[in-house]
C-alpha cells in the first residue's frame, strides 16, 4: 500500500470516529437533560430554602424527602398517552403521545400561562391540540415544526370551518368517556372554545341582528316575538327577587344567554341568537370578513347531529317545580307557578289583559 | 251606546295598561336611583375602602403632609390644597369673616361675590344650575332629581356645593355631585372596575410612584406641575368645566382634548388631525349637543365621531361616563403576550406585584377579545365590518411590531447595563427615585424576590429601564442616572410609539408615520450608535488604564533598575578600590 493511501486511510477513519463520538454524545447527553437538570437544580435551591424556613418536624422530614428526590434526579423521557385511534392504517403513527414535558417541565409555570387549563387539564389533552407541532419529536427542531408558540399564531388557525372542526373533533377524540353511557361526547360539546382552548367569547344579539333583521327576517321576527322577553318576566317574579343566589341560579341558567356556571355572570338578558346558535366568537369572524358560508357552517344548529342537545337541557318536562316548592314553603299562593306567567307568549292573550290590575300575590 | 262603551274599553284598558307598566318602570328606577345616589354620595368610602386607603387618600391632612404611601417622605406646596383638595385644602383664614357676616347672610355670597369675583358669578349664572327649568326637558330632570333628594329647589347655588358658611367652607368632590346626579357619578366611578390608567384614581396614580415624592426630596416641588396638572382627574369638572357645568360641553371633544394631548398621548392631534376630526371641525358648531348620546344617529345627528360617541359606547346601544371598560391596550405601556422577547422584556413584570405593573398584556383574551369585538362593533356603525376588523386587527399587529422593536432597544439598553457601560459606573450615578427607601418599605412580597434583591444590594443604585417603572428616564434628575441612552430610549418607548399607536388607532397617517411609526426606526438606529459609543469608550478607557498602568510600571522599573545598577556598579568600584589599596 502507498503511503498516500494509508494517510487518506487514517484520515477518514479519524472523521469517521470524531463523526461517531459526536453522535454517541447526543444520544447520551440529549438536550432534553440540560433542561431537566436545570429545572432540579433550581428546585433543589428553592426545596433548601423551604428546609431552611421549615418549623415542624413533619413538616422537615417531607422537605427532606423532596430535597433528596431534587438532589438526586432521574433524568427521563415523559410523556402523556393520549385517547385517540392512531393507527397505522390511518398513517398514523400508533398511539399518540405528547413529550413535551419532557423539556418544559416546570409544571408551575405551565399551569400559570394557562388559565385554561383548568378545564382542559394538559395531562388528559397533551399539548399538541392547541400548539401543534410534533409531540413525538425529541430534539428542538423536529418538535417545533408547524408550532403555534403563543394565541396570537393560534388565531391563524381560523381560516376555515374544517379547522374549527377539526379542533373541536381533536378535543372530543380526546375527552375521556363518561360513566354514564347517556353522556355521549361529541364535537358538538367543544364549541364553546375559541380556538386558543379558551371559553368562546358571546358577541352579543345586536352584531347578528344588525344583518339577520334583513336578511333572515321571519326567524328574527318570530324570536322578537316570542322569545327574547322571558328574564323579563322572571325578574319581576317574586320567588326570584326573594330567592337566594342559588336559586337565582336555575333560572338564570335557562333565561339567559351566555351563562357561565362557574362565575355565575351571563352576558346577555333574555334567550338570544348565542343560546341556541353558541357563543358566536368564531362564527361571527367568519360573517365579518366575508366568509359567510364557513360561518354558516359553524353557527348552523343541525351541524353537531341531532339539536336535542341544545333545546334539551332547558325545554324538557317539570323544569319549573323548584318554583311550585318554594311557593308551597313560604305558605304563599302559588299563582306565579302557573303558565301565564311562565309562557310569556300568553301574554297578549285577553285573559291576561285585565289581571294587571289585580293585585300581586304576596309571599313575604 | 254599546259601542261607545266598547270603545271606552278599548282605550282604557291599554291606558291603564300603559299607566300600571310606566309606574312600575318609574318606581323600579327611582329605587336604583336612590341605591346609585347612596353609592355615589359615599365616593371615598368606594374607592377607598380600608383605613389604610383613606389614610393614603382620603383624610385631610392640609400642608403637613403629603399623599399616598410616601406622604412622610414628602410636603405639599400651598398650590396644592386646590389640585387636591380633599387631602390638602384648608380653609382661609375666618376672623374677618365673622364681621362680614353680621352684614351678609350665608345666602348671600352672590350679592358679594359678584364684586369680588365676577367671573364664576357671571359662569354660574349663565348655567342650568342658576336656571332649573330653562326648558321643559330641564324641568322635567329637575323635577326628577327634586324627587330624589326630596326637597323643592328653587336654583343650585353657592352654598349647594360649598357648604353654608366661610367657616365651612369646602371644594365640592363627586361625592357632592352624586346627590343630585348619582348615575353619571357611579358610571365615572365604575372606572375604577378596570384599574388603572383611568381618570378616577388619578391623585393615586400621581402619589404612588416614586419619583413624584423624589422629586421633592430632590428640591424640585413646584416642578411638577404637568404631574398634578393632569392627574387632577378624580372629578367631574374635568371635561363640564366650572361653573356652567354644561352636559353639552362635555360632549364636545375639546373637553377631552385639553389634557389627551402632546408627547405622551397625542389623542388631540392624531383625532383632531384625522379626517373625522376635520369634518367635526367643519361642521361641528351646527351639530345638536343637547342631544345625549344615546339618542344619536351617526350620520345624521353627527356626520363623524367624536370623542365620546366611540369611548364611552358601553354596547348594545347604550353610552355611560366610563371610556375605559373596551380598552385593550391600555396606553400602549404594558408589554403584550404573544412576542418572543429576546431582551429582559421577557421576564416582564420581574415579579413586581403591584397592580397595574404586575402583569403582562394578553390581547387574545376573552374578555380583550370582547372588547375588540365592541370597538368593532363601534366602528360598524358607520364603516364596513369587514374594514373595521381588518382595522382593528392591523392596529394589534402594528403594535405587536412596535413592541418587536422596543424589545431590539431592550436589548441593546441591557447589554450596556451587563457592561457597566454608561458615562459613569452604575456605583457612582444617583439612585433610581426612592431607590434607598424602596427594598425596605414593599419587602420582596411586593417587590419581587429578584426586585428586591437588586434594590437592596445595591441601595438604589440600579439602572432601571424601560416599562413601566423606566418612566422617569423623561424627568429625573440625578447624576447621569438617566444617562443620555436611556433618555433616548424612555422617549422611544413612552412617546414616539404613543403617536405611532395613536395615528394608527385614531387614523392619523402622519403622525403615525412620521412621529410615531419612523421615529421608532431613528431611535433603534440611534441607540445603536450610542451604545456602540459607550462600548467603544469603555474599551478606550480600558485599554488606557492598561497602558497607563504599563507606563507607571516602565518608570518604576527603570528607576529601580538605574538605581540597581548603579549600586551595583558603585560596589564593583568600592571592592577594586579596597583591592587596589
Known amino acids: ?364 | 251606546m254599546k259601542l261607545l262603551k266598547l270603545g271606552a274599553v278599548l282605550v282604557a284598558i291599554p291606558m291603564l295598561m300603559w299607566c300600571w307598566q310606566t309606574k312600575n318602570v318609574h318606581a323600579q328606577s327611582e329605587t336604583k336611583l336612590k341605591e346609585m345616589q347612596k353609592t355615589a354620595m359615599s365616593y371615598y368610602d368606594v374607592l377607598y375602602p380600608t383605613d389604610t386607603l383613606k389614610d393614603w387618600f382620603v383624610n385631610n391632612v392640609g400642608l403637613e403632609k403629603g399623599g399616598g404611601p410616601w406622604q412622610n417622605v414628602y410636603k405639599p406646596v400651598p398650590l396644592h390644597m386646590y389640585w387636591f383638595p380633599i387631602k390638602h385644602y384648608v380653609k382661609p383664614d375666618g376672623t374677618y369673616y365673622d364681621q362680614l357676616l353680621e352684614r351678609f347672610k350665608p345666602s348671600d355670597c352672590v350679592a358679594c361675590h359678584e364684586e369680588v369675583t365676577p367671573g364664576f358669578v357671571n359662569d354660574w349664572r349663565e348655567s342650568t344650575h342658576a336656571n332649573l327649568r330653562k326648558n321643559p326637558k330641564f324641568a322635567e330632570k329637575t323635577q326628577q332629581i327634586e324627587k330624589l333628594i326630596g326637597r323643592e329647589l328653587k336654583e343650585v347655588t353657592c352654598s349647594d356645593c360649598h357648604g353654608k358658611d366661610h367657616k365651612e367652607l369646602h371644594m365640592p368632590t363627586p361625592a357632592t355631585c352624586g346627590e343630585c346626579h348619582p348615575q353619571q357619578t357611579t358610571e365615572f366611578m365604575s372606572e375604577a372596575h378596570r384599574g388603572r390608567p383611568n381618570h378616577i384614581e388619578g391623585f393615586a396614580a400621581n402619589v404612588i410612584p416614586p419619583w413624584y415624592p423624589e422629586m421633592f426630596r430632590r428640591g424640585y416641588p413646584t416642578a411638577q406641575f404637568g404631574c398634578d396638572l393632569c392627574h387632577a382627574t378624580d372629578r367631574c369638572n374635568i371635561c363640564h368645566t366650572r361653573h356652567k357645568f354644561a352636559a353639552a360641553e362635555g360632549r364636545r371633544p375639546e373637553a377631552c382634548m385639553s389634557c389627551h394631548m402632546g408627547f405622551d398621548h397625542p389623542d388631540a392631534e392624531t383625532y383632531g388631525e384625522s379626517k373625522m376630526g376635520y369634518i367635526y371641525h367643519l361642521e361641528g358648531d351646527h351639530w345638536d349637543w343637547e342631544k345625549p348620546l344615546a339618542e344619536i344617529v351617526p350620520g345624521k345627528d353627527y356626520r363623524t365621531p367624536t370623542c365620546q360617541f366611540c369611548h364611552f359606547d358601553q354596547g348594545d346601544g347604550t353610552f355611560a361616563h366610563n371610556p375605559v371598560t373596551k380598552g385593550v391596550w391600555r396606553m400602549g405601556t404594558v408589554p403584550p403576550k404573544g412576542i418572543d422577547y429576546k431582551s429582559s422584556l421577557k421576564d416582564y413584570p420581574h415579579g413586581i406585584n403591584l397592580p397595574p405593573l404586575n402583569y403582562r398584556l394578553d390581547v387574545y383574551s376573552p374578555e380583550n377579545k370582547k372588547r375588540s369585538e365592541q370597538w368593532v362593533a363601534v366602528c360598524s356603525k358607520c364603516h364596513s365590518p369587514r374594514f373595521a376588523r381588518l382595522y382593528r386587527q392591523n392596529l394589534d399587529d402594528f403594535m405587536f411590531e412596535m413592541w418587536r422593536l422596543q424589545d431590539r432597544a431592550q436589548a441593546i439598553l441591557d447589554e450596556i447595563v451587563e457592561l457597566d457601560a454608561f458615562e459613569v459606573p452604575i456605583k457612582e450615578r444617583d439612585i433610581f427615585p426612592l431607590g434607598d427607601i424602596l427594598a425596605d418599605a414593599l419587602g420582596p412580597g411586593l417587590l419581587g424576590e429578584s426586585v428586591y434583591k437588586a434594590f437592596k444590594t445595591n441601595a438604589g443604585k440600579v439602572p432601571v429601564i424601560g416599562p413601566i417603572l423606566g418612566l422617569h428616564g423623561l424627568f429625573a434628575t440625578g447624576r447621569n442616572n438617566p444617562s443620555e441612552i436611556e433618555i433616548t430610549y424612555a422617549d422611544m418607548w413612552f412617546g414616539d410609539k404613543a403617536h405611532a399607536y395613536k395615528g394608527v388607532a385614531h387614523g392619523q397617517q402622519d403622525i403615525a408615520w412620521w412621529y410615531g411609526a419612523a421615529k421608532v426606526y431613528q431611535k433603534i438606529n440611534i441607540l445603536e450608535s450610542q451604545a456602540e459609543a459607550l462600548k467603544h469608550g469603555k474599551e478606550l478607557h480600558k485599554l488606557l488604564e492598561e497602558k497607563g498602568r504599563k507606563n507607571v510600571a516602565g518608570i518604576v522599573g527603570s528607576i529601580i533598575g538605574i538605581v540597581a545598577v548603579l549600586m551595583f556598579g558603585a560596589a564593583i568600584w568600592k571592592k577594586r578600590r579596597e583591592t587596589k589599596h
Not at chain 1, 424527602?65 to 390511518?90: C, H, T
Not at chain 1, 377524540?173 to 355521549?184: C, G, K, V
Not at chain 1, 339567559?256 to 352576558?267: A, E, H, L, Q, S
Not at chain 1, 289583559?353 to 304576596?362: G, H, I, N, R, V
Request: overall charge neutral; aromatic content about 12%.
Open chain 1, 1 to 364: 500500500m502507498s503511503a498516500q493511501i494509508k494517510f487518506l486511510f487514517f484520515v477518514l477513519s479519524a472523521l469517521f470516529f470524531i463523526g461517531s463520538s459526536m453522535w454517541i454524545k447526543d444520544e447520551f447527553n440529549p438536550k432534553w437533560k440540560k433542561y431537566q437538570k436545570e429545572y432540579y437544580e433550581e428546585q433543589a435551591v428553592k426545596a433548601e430554602q423551604e428546609f431552611l424556613t421549615a418549623s415542624s418536624v413533619k413538616e422537615k422530614e417531607l422537605l427532606g424527602k423532596r430535597l433528596a428526590a431534587m438532589r438526586n434526579p432521574v433524568f427521563e423521557v415523559k410523556q402523556i398517552l393520549l385517547k385517540g385511534d392512531y393507527s397505522w392504517e390511518k398513517q398514523r403513527n400508533g398511539n399518540k403521545v405528547d413529550r413535551c414535558m419532557t423539556c418544559h417541565i416546570d409544571e408551575e409555570k405551565l399551569k400559570s400561562g394557562h388559565p385554561s387549563s383548568r378545564e382542559l387539564p394538559f395531562d388528559v389533552y397533551g399539548c399538541t391540540v392547541c400548539h401543534g407541532g410534533n409531540g413525538r419529536a425529541l430534539d428542538e427542531e423536529s418538535a417545533h415544526e408547524g408550532i403555534y408558540y403563543h394565541k396570537r399564531q393560534m388565531m391563524q388557525r381560523v381560516a376555515t370551518a374544517e379547522n374549527m372542526f377539526e379542533f373541536w373533533g381533536e378535543l372530543a377524540t380526546l375527552t375521556p368517556e363518561e360513566a354514564d353511557p347517556n353522556e355521549r361526547v361529541e364535537m358538538g360539546s367543544f364549541k364553546k372554545y375559541s380556538i386558543t382552548g379558551d371559553k368562546a367569547i358571546y358577541v352579543g344579539s345586536q352584531k347578528c341582528l344588525k344583518c339577520h333583521t334583513g336578511l333572515t327576517s321571519p326567524h328574527v321576527e318570530r324570536w322578537q316575538r316570542i322569545k327574547f322577553k322571558t328574564f323579563e318576566h322572571v325578574k319581576a317574579a317574586p320567588d326570584y327577587i326573594a330567592g337566594s343566589e342559588e336559586y337565582k341560579k336555575t333560572c338564570l341558567k335557562c333565561h339567559t344567554t351566555g351563562y357561565d356556571d362557574t362565575t355565575g355572570t351571563y352576558t346577555e338578558e333574555g334567550v338570544t341568537c348565542e343560546a341556541c346558535h353558541g357563543a358566536g366568537e368564531v362564527f361571527s369572524y367568519f360573517m365579518d370578513v366575508g366568509k359567510a358560508p364557513e360561518g354558516q357552517k359553524i353557527a348552523k344548529v343541525g351541524t353537531y347531529g341531532t339539536a336535542y342537545n341544545i333545546c334539551g337541557p332547558c325545554h324538557h318536562t317539570r323544569n319549573h317545580e323548584m318554583r311550585l316548592k318554594f311557593f308551597k314553603e313560604r305558605g304563599g299562593s302559588d299563582e306565579w307557578f302557573f303558565p301565564q306567567h311562565t309562557t310569556p307568549y300568553k301574554a297578549s292573550s285577553s285573559e291576561h289583559e285585565a289581571s294587571p290590575l289585580s293585585p300581586l300575590p304576596k309571599i313575604f
